[in-house]
């Protein structure tokens, strides 16, 4: 080991639930060092669809990391049945993760936090309430210790927080868009193609991101329904070589241990079931570690109870609720689908996104959607359609 650094907290993993803690942690004034095995910035496997309950999340502009923005999304099943659904407020915002994932690093450090990037985490040690991390060359000491390191978290693995028993995965690849398909393709979700889950387009300025997600991790020849599904585009694939991420759910039982260390984002399993969602839930759990972890600085007392209430009451109900229902809606398939997308339920899930409600929060607000539909304040429009 070339020297020893002690820090008030350490965080493992340099993606949005790491960033987001560092910079909250930051501007506190807190001495935080985070990092990542990866050299910035690096290509990440994520269709980089931004939600409004996600975008809404962070008190700076990331205007310039957006490469499309769209009030509209398409439903379809099995690439035969479509639904349109429109309005006039903002749904999603496509970004880069390459690039924004570095913009969110940036912002961390801008504010004080110390990075240190393509440096792999050998060894963590809790002794005598401390945490020891140990790299290939260095090594360092804090109080608090962050577990932002995805799903293969080597702080989980050391501390086996929570139990990696549950979970989905998807695959993707870019497809360059020709000046004649730049503004054809909308955001799409294909459902009833794919067994337990769906077919996706996203598109961003010069390209489209094409993936498909499933929550059958048992589940052959995903890459066969995606390249079929690229073909019936009309379009080609940039490369033959897909990439491919796990989408973890088993944050529903995460426990907080009593000891100053917590995992945030895809590391605490904080992946949502019906969706595939996971960069709202990695930014809200990092804001969340943070906010306990400043005011535990402060008391002198870790809180791990108040950590377990907040992410209970603002995650993993949530979660939880999106669970039961992606279970539902893919084993009934297609008479799930055309429920969903009748006008009324459609323009509740339209309101819903908007508004960057979470499943539990669209059912507690049920009242304020109605409303909202019934003054037609979005002007939504549900138009069907058939290829």
């Not at 506190?28 to 309950?53: E, H, M, Q, W």
């Not at 799903?151 to 690849?173: C, H, M, P, Q």
């Not at 398909?181 to 769906?198: A, E």
């Not at 229902?325 to 899930?349: C, E, Q, W």
Request: glycine fraction near 8%; aromatic fraction near 14%.
């Amino acid at each position: 080991m070339i020297y020893m650094k002690k820090y008030d907290v350490i965080i493992i993993g340099a993606g949005p639930a790491g960033s987001s803690a560092a910079y909250m942690l930051a501007r506190s004034k807190i001495n935080v060092l985070v990092i990542d095995r990866y050299p910035f910035p690096r290509y990440k496997p994520c269709a980089g669809g931004l939600t409004v309950k996600t975008f809404k999340s962070f008190d700076f502009s990331i205007s310039k990391e957006v490469k499309y923005s769209t009030n509209n999304v398409v439903a379809s099943y099995k690439n035969k049945i479509f639904h349109n659904i429109s309005g006039n407020k903002t749904l999603t915002k496509m970004v880069e993760r390459k690039e924004f994932d570095n913009f969110l690093i940036k912002k961390a450090v801008d504010s004080g936090a110390t990075f240190l990037d393509g440096t792999k985490v050998t060894e963590v040690v809790w002794k005598d309430g401390e945490f020891s991390v140990k790299t290939e060359e260095q090594f360092f000491q804090c109080n608090y210790l962050i577990g932002a390191d995805g799903t293969n978290s080597i702080v989980n693995r050391t501390f086996n927080i929570v139990e990696k028993d549950l979970y989905g995965f998807a695959i993707e690849i870019n497809c360059p868009l020709s000046k004649d398909n730049i503004g054809k393709f909308n955001m799409t979700f294909d459902f009833g193609t794919i067994p337990n889950g769906y077919l996706w387009i996203f598109p961003k300025d010069q390209y489209a991101c094409i993936g498909a997600y499933t929550t059958n991790r048992k589940m052959k020849d995903i890459q066969k329904y995606l390249f079929d599904y690229i073909e019936s585009l009309g379009l080609v694939p940039e490369s033959k070589e897909l990439k491919g991420h796990i989408i973890p759910y088993y944050g529903i039982y995460y426990k907080q241990p009593d000891f100053p260390c917590i995992l945030v984002g895809d590391a605490a399993g904080f992946g949502e079931y019906c969706t595939g969602e996971g960069i709202y839930y990695a930014v809200k759990s990092g804001i969340i570690a943070a906010e306990v972890i400043s005011s535990s600085i402060k008391s002198g007392i870790f809180e791990y109870r108040t950590l377990q209430r907040r992410y209970q009451k603002e995650i993993i109900r949530g979660l939880k609720l999106a669970y039961h229902i992606g279970k539902f809606f893919y084993s009934h398939l297609p008479l799930s689908f055309n429920l969903l997308m009748s006008y009324l339920l459609g323009g509740i899930l339209y309101e819903s996104a908007s508004r960057g409600f979470t499943f539990d929060q669209s059912f507690s607000k049920i009242h304020v959607i109605l409303s909202s539909l019934l003054l037609n304040k979005s002007h939504i429009s549900n138009n069907k359609y058939y290829k």
